[in-house]
C-alpha cells in the first residue's frame, strides 16, 4: 500500500513540496478551530521538513532535480529545478517553518485575537508557500509570482503585531517590498525582451550567446536593487527593523530566518547561474560594489545595533550587519568566499531565529523587550536566558559555534582573494557583536530586577522546546559541519565551476 | 432611508442577469473570451449590486461571509486538488493529460475544474473584500 502510494508521488515531491502548503492554508480557513488550525500547519510543515529532507538526498546522491509542471516541456513550461544550492535553502527554511511552528500557539495566544488564529495558520502557510516556491522554481517570472505571494502573506503577518507601530511598519514594508517587487519584473521583463525566454537555464544559454549589452545592464540593475530591498542589503534596509521590531514575535523569528535568506538565494541564483560572474562581478564593478556595501552594512548595522535599548529592534540591525556579510561572501566570488556566504544563510537562520525565539518567551513573560525587562533575567528565566547567551555567542562568532564556522570561510575566502583588509574588518565588526550582546548579558546576570518586581514564571514548554531545538543546533552544526558546510561548498563550487 | 424603488427594482431584473452571464463566461471560457477570473469578478459584481441596493444587512444573510469564507479557500483547494488527482493518476502535478481515458478529454475535464476553482475563489473574494470596506467603522462589528 506504501510502496504503490510512493510508486505514484515519489516523483512528485518537488511539486508536493510548494503544493501542500498552499492546499494546507485553505485547510486551515475550512477547519476555522484554532488547535485544529494548528494541527493541520503542524502536520503540513513537519512533512514539508521531510520532503525536503528527502530531496537533499536525492540531489547529493544522483544530481539536479528537473521537475515539470503540467507536463509542459522544457524550456516552454514552468519547470521545478533543484539542485545543490536550493536543496539547502529549501531545508533551511522549511525547517525553521516547522519548529516556529511548535511555540506559535502559546506565543500569538496574548498577541491575537483568538478568533483570528485560524487566518494567522493559514497566513503562515501561505507565506511558506511563497518562500518555497522562489527557492526551487527554474522559472524567472514563477519567482516573482511566489515573491509576491510571500511578500503579502508577510505584511499581513507583521501588521498583526499588538501595537498600532505594526501596521505603520507592515504599511512600510509593503511599499518598500512593492517597490523591489517592481523592480524584479522589470528586470526579468527586460531579460524576457533579450532572451526569449524565461526559463532560468535555458536564459543563462541565451545571454551567454548573446554577450553584454545596455538592456541586459540595466536587466542586471533592476534585478539587483530589487533584490537588494527584498534582502535589505544595506543601504535598501530602511524596512527591516521597523517590521521585525513591530510583528508578533514568532512572526519575526519566522521572516528573519527565511525572507531575507531566500532573497539571498535569489541574488546568488540571478549572479551565478543566470548572468554568469564574469560579467556580474568583473565586467561591470558589480563585485566591488557589494562588497563595499556588505562591508558599510557590517558595521553601520552593529554600530546602530549597541546603541539600542529595544532588544528586538538590537536584534534587527544585528539582521542588517548579518546579511552585510553574506553579501561580503558573494561578493568575493571564490570558493571559501562563496561558501562563507552560503553557509551563513544557514547558521545565521539556526541563530537568529533561535534569539527572536528566546525574545518571544521575554514578551510572553515580561511584557516587554526593552533592556530593562532583561535586568535579572539570568536567575528569574534561567533557561531562556541561557538560551540568549549562547545564541549571542553564536552571533559574535565563537569557536565550537555555527558563527565561527561561517566567519572561518569568509575570512578564508577573504584572504583566497588577496584582500587582508576584508578579513580584518569582518574579525573587527565580531567585535561589535561582542559589545551589543555583553549588555544584554550583563543586565540579565548582573543587574538586580527591581524590587517590586512580581514573580515571573519559566517560558512554556513548547516555546522552550523550539527555541533549544535551534539553539541547540547552533552548537551541534558548530562541530559537525557535513551538512551545512559540506553542501555549502559543494555548491559554490558547482557555482564557481559553472564558469571557469 | 430613500427608497431607490427605480433602481431595486431594475436590480432585480438585472441581477439575474449578470449572474447569468457570469456563468456563460465561465463555463465557455473554454472555447471563447472568459475564464475563471472574469467570470468570478462579474458574479462578484452582482453581489456588491444587491448589497448597494438592499443594504448590507440583508446582503449579508443572502451570501453570509462564513460561506463566502469557505468558498473563497474552496475554490483554492478545487484548483490544487485537481493538481493533487493528476499526481494520483499518474501523471505530473497538474497534468490534466491523465485525468480522462483520453488526453482531450482531461485537457477539457482539467481546464474546466481549475477555471471553476478560480472563479469560486474571485467571486467570494471579490464579496468578502467589499463586506470588509463596507463594514468599516460600524458598531455591531
Known sequence: MIDALWNLIGDDLPALQIAMPLLTATVCVIVRRPMLAWAVAMFNAWGAVVNASILLYRVWTRGTISYVEGGWPVPWGIELRIDLLNALVLLVVTSICAVVLVAVPRSIANEIPREKHYLFYATYLLCMTGLAGMTITGDAFNIFVFLEISSLSSYALISQGRTSRALTSAIQYLIMGTLGGTFILLGIGMLYMMTGTLNLVDMADQLALLGVNRTVLVAMACLGVGIGIKLAVFPLHTWLPNAYTYAPAVVTAFLAATATKVAYYVLVRFAFSVFRINLTLDGTHGGALLMTLGIAGMFAGSLVAIFQDNIKRMLAYSSVAQIGYMVVGLSLANEHGLTGGLVHVFNHAVTKCGLFLVLACVVLRMNSTRLSAFAGLGRRMPFTFAAFVLGGLSLIGVPLTVGFVSKWYLVLGALDAGLWPVAVLILLSSVLALIYIWRVVEVGYFTAPPEDADEVAEAPLSMLVSTWILIGGTLVFGVWTSLSAGVASAAARMLIGGVS | ?141
Open chain 2, 1 to 141: 432611508m430613500i427608497s431607490h424603488l427605480i433602481p431595486r427594482v431594475l436590480s432585480k431584473l438585472l441581477i439575474p442577469l449578470i449572474m447569468l452571464f457570469a456563468l456563460y463566461v465561465q463555463f465557455h471560457g473554454d472555447y471563447g473570451p472568459g475564464g475563471g477570473f472574469q467570470a468570478g469578478v462579474i458574479f462578484g459584481a452582482g453581489i456588491i449590486l444587491y448589497s448597494l441596493l438592499f443594504g448590507l444587512d440583508q446582503a449579508k444573510e443572502v451570501f453570509p461571509p462564513r460561506v463566502l469564507e469557505i468558498f473563497v479557500a474552496g475554490g483554492v483547494l478545487l484548483y490544487g486538488g485537481v493538481g493533487i488527482a493528476a499526481i494520483f493518476a499518474g501523471g505530473n502535478f497538474l497534468d490534466y493529460d491523465v485525468l480522462a481515458h483520453d488526453p482531450h478529454h482531461g485537457q477539457h475535464l482539467g481546464i474546466l475544474l481549475v477555471e471553476l476553482g478560480v472563479g469560486i475563489t474571485v467571486a467570494a473574494v471579490m464579496a468578502t473584500i467589499f463586506f470588509q470596506f463596507a463594514g468599516r467603522g460600524r458598531t455591531d462589528d
